[in-house]
């Protein structure tokens, strides 16, 4: 079973990572900023933690799949992520808010990973996450032009 160092790094390194890119998304004035990213990453990798932890209790005794819980987090994000979707659309804009619900998304994602130890695709996917929200506007811009 994960003992209690391994769960504390995970759950450090959900909300450091969330973080990075809640911050991007804070920095930019966005409606899921900071806190929502952390959290969304931390109840990721919690949830996934506990899949492991009850496919671990239950191995053997039942049929257990750790993979079922997981599924669930990704249908409720996809909630959480209409909603930015849905709230930033009003008014005469159209839709906006697409860039930040899929960076919930990603946020979830990422958190899962966290939490079953794929930390390496973990960290690198935050990379790649904040490079693109940081700085593919301003090639989108460019290109526009």
């Not at 990798?45 to 005794?61: A, D, H, N, P, R």
């Not at 966290?114 to 904040?130: E, M, N, W």
Request: positive net charge; glycine residues 14%.
């Amino acid at each position: 079973m994960t003992d209690f160092t391994t769960t504390l790094i995970r759950i450090l390194l959900a909300f450091f990572l969330g973080g990075a890119i809640g911050l991007e998304r804070e920095k930019k004035g966005h409606i899921a900023g900071l806190r929502t990213h952390i959290l969304v990453c931390l109840g990721s990798c919690l949830i996934m933690l506990t899949s492991i932890y009850v496919y671990e209790i239950y191995q053997g005794k039942a049929g257990v799949d750790p993979s079922r819980i997981a599924a669930g987090v990704v249908t409720g994000i996809g909630f959480l992520g209409a909603g930015t979707i849905i709230r930033s659309a009003r008014g005469s804009e159209g839709i906006k808010g697409l860039t930040t619900a899929a960076s919930i998304w990603v946020s979830s994602a990422i958190g899962l990973a966290v939490g079953c130890g794929y930390l390496s695709g973990a960290v690198a996917t935050t990379v790649v996450t904040f490079l693109t929200l940081s700085f593919l506007k301003t090639i989108e811009n460019k290109l526009q032009k």
